[in-house]
């Protein structure tokens, strides 16, 4: 039978065990701070940054949003981060990414602070990834490794493809998961859009993580019985609903549920890790910052 992964009740599992990390922050007089920055009106992100800023209500930690219009020049950005960067109240903050077209979003992840830096993707931080001394797991590929320690599921030996290599799933996960260290020592293959025959790599793979944004693009035919499915994506397809559409993964899940052993659902499966890590990256910037040392799980 197919264990399905449920990632709200592990999300509220390490939300849980980052309170008594809060509450010793809370006892040296810290509350950690975490500010997010949207630039426009793009509804997705406006979705995405109230979800964040409740769950900082939620845990007790000091939520900032800064909002600025679609027109802002960079310089008015770039203002804004300085003043985070130079805020002692704000442990760790993001610019939501996408960002107006006449914005280097590059150049903007350049600018943070590398220690505030709670998404992962600053120059500095995604070099200490690779070298196997990360300062922040960016938050997706984390929750991934979460997940898969909390199926009791190791890695370790095992082949893994992962489908896609965005640099803020497929290419940091693949580097966490070949990393000689608890949840890594996997053999990773990474599939992309050039790949020739992907179906027999992931047919070929333990452990299957789609995260390239195509709808149900894997489906059950390519996999090998038994495997675990880890589905990264979230996208909305057009459906007879009364919002006019629905949900789905990469995966196709009816067809992958027959033949899989463990598989995570769209949406509750992914998701909600990726926001408890950044909630993880948070209190753990707090601690070092303000030189407090807390247990993290």
């Known amino acids: 039978m197919t264990r399905v992964i449920d990632g709200n009740a592990v999300a509220e599992d390490v939300r849980s065990d980052l309170s008594a990390c809060v509450d010793s922050l809370a006892d040296a007089d810290v509350v950690p701070g975490l500010a997010t920055v949207l630039v426009g009106n793009d509804p997705a992100s406006e ?20 909002e600025l219009e679609a027109e802002a020049s960079p310089e008015e950005l770039y203002d804004t981060i300085e003043d985070l960067n130079a805020d002692p109240e704000i442990h760790g903050y993001l610019v939501q990414d996408p960002v107006p077209d006449h914005i280097d979003y590059d150049e903007v992840l350049r600018r943070i602070d590398p220690a505030k830096d709670v998404d992962g993707f600053h120059p500095a931080n995604v070099g200490r990834l690779v070298g196997g001394n990360p300062r922040f797991k960016p938050c997706t590929p984390h929750g991934v490794q979460k997940l898969l320690e909390a199926a009791e599921i190791d890695p370790e030996g095992k082949d893994v493809t992962i489908v896609g290599r965005s640099s803020i799933v ?47 693009l894997v489906d059950g035919s390519m996999l090998s019985e038994g495997a675990v499915v880890i589905d990264v994506g979230v996208n909305r397809v057009e459906a007879d609903t009364e919002k006019g559409y629905e949900l789905v993964g990469d995966v196709e899940y009816e067809s992958a549920e027959g033949k899989a052993s463990v598989i995570t659902p769209v949406p509750g499966g992914v998701g909600p890790m990726t926001r408890a890590m950044l909630l993880y990256n948070t209190v753990k910037a707090a601690g070092e910052q303000e030189g407090v040392t807390i247990d993290l799980p």
């Open 170 to 216: 497929g290419k940091p996960l693949a580097n966490l998961l070949l990393q000689k260290t608890d949840g890594g020592n996997a053999t990773v293959t990474v599939c992309h859009s050039r790949t020739v025959d992907m179906a027999a790599k992931t047919r070929g793979a333990d452990i299957v993580i789609a995260a390239v944004g195509v709808p149900e």
């Open 47 to 66: 979705t995405y940054v109230s979800m964040k800023q409740r769950d900082c209500e939620e845990m007790g930690l000091n939520g900032v949003h800064v």
